[in-house]
């Protein structure tokens, strides 16, 4: 099928996602009519503090769970309820190196071993000659492949996470808090890694992260989170340079070691996503919040496809 340039690699539209909440309560409302779009070759930082949904919409994106409302197009077709054939096939499409994945290898496989099986699974002509590739691309040594991963440093577990990741060649890596982990040093290879495999091998990327302290080196577009919802989106510079939405203020006044033009303001309770409140969600916190906010929840400005966009009634100038 023909597929114009500006397809987008994948679409996400107004996505809904909802757990059980405890004790047959209410359900916790994790995802509430979430949209967006990423171009092939391009980077977005999803940003958010805990709770907001970050790992859910990556999740849905990667396919590893089913939305309840919502609509996802992988190159143009729709992905929403895949068959087991294109569920396969987005598979090997769309990779995520998960939150928290510290214990995500076998400790008895060597390193080695580890990047193969995948590779044997697609019938690869040659998993170790590719498994070594990987390792490159990721800047381990190629003596880590007889290695065991519980010998390996907290860093280079993550590359070897990240290589995992790329072995079977996916034209989409969602990147789920991958420095979270790590010591500051050590963040900052893994956030050049990540930009190089953009840049060098223009792999598509999504990253989530609640640090957005590295994302101006990472990503170009960005999209602010909150509640379930994005509440500002575009251009990672615009964004952080001239935020428009008072909760993305909040997020860049707060971060540590920020000095000079204001004190860090109380961050404040996030509320709970069993109850979201009324209109603007975020209105508890807010300080330009008026009477609207508390009832009417704000769309996001503009078209689908303008570069800025924001969730505001009353948004700062930028
Ligand atoms: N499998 C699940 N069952 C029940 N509730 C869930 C499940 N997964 C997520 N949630 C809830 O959905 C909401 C969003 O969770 P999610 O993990 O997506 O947030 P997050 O932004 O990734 O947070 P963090 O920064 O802490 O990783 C939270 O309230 C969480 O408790
Ligand atoms: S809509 Fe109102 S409460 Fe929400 S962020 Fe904007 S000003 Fe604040
Ligand atoms: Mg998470």
Request: aromatic share 4%; glycine share 8%; charged share 20%.
């Amino acid at each position: 099928m023909y597929q114009s340039m500006t397809t987008p690699l994948i679409e996400m539209r107004d996505i809904y996602k909802s757990f059980p909440g405890h004790r047959r309560g209410s359900p916790i409302q994790a995802l509430r009519g979430v949209s967006l779009s990423l171009q092939r070759g391009e980077t977005l930082a999803i940003i958010g503090e805990s709770g907001c949904g970050k790992t859910t919409l990556g999740h849905i994106m990667a396919r590893m769970s089913a939305p309840d409302r919502g609509q996802i197009l992988f190159d143009g077709i729709d992905v929403t309820r895949p068959r087991r054939r294109q569920r396969n096939a987005l598979r090997r499409k769309i990779q995520m190196v998960l939150q928290d994945s510290g214990a995500a290898f076998n400790p008895f496989w060597r390193v080695g071993s580890a990047l193969r099986a995948p590779l044997k699974i697609i019938r690869h002509a040659n998993p170790t000659q590719r498994a070594q590739e990987v390792l490159e691309a990721v800047g381990l040594p190629l003596s880590v492949m007889h290695q065991f991963p519980q010998e390996l440093s907290g860093g280079q577990r993550q590359r070897l996470n990240i290589a995992r990741a790329l072995t079977i060649a996916p034209e989409l890596l969602i990147a789920d808090e991958p420095t979270s982990a790590l010591d500051v040093s050590v963040q900052a290879r893994i956030i050049q890694l990540l930009a190089d495999l953009n840049t060098q091998h223009h792999l598509s990327m999504v990253v989530i992260t609640h640090n957005l302290a590295t994302v101006p080196y990472l990503t170009r577009t960005v999209a602010i989170m909150y509640l379930g919802r994005i509440v500002e989106w575009g251009a990672s510079d615009d964004v952080l340079y001239a935020p428009r939405h008072p909760y993305t203020r909040l997020l860049i006044d707060s971060l540590p070691g920020r000095r000079g033009r204001r004190a860090a303001p109380p961050m404040g309770e996030v509320p709970s996503p069993v109850h979201p409140p009324p209109g603007c969600a975020f209105h508890p916190r807010c300080v330009r919040a008026q009477s609207i906010c508390r009832e009417i929840m704000p769309e996001l400005s503009g078209a689908s496809l303008s570069p800025r966009r924001e969730a505001c009634h009353f948004p700062l100038d930028g």
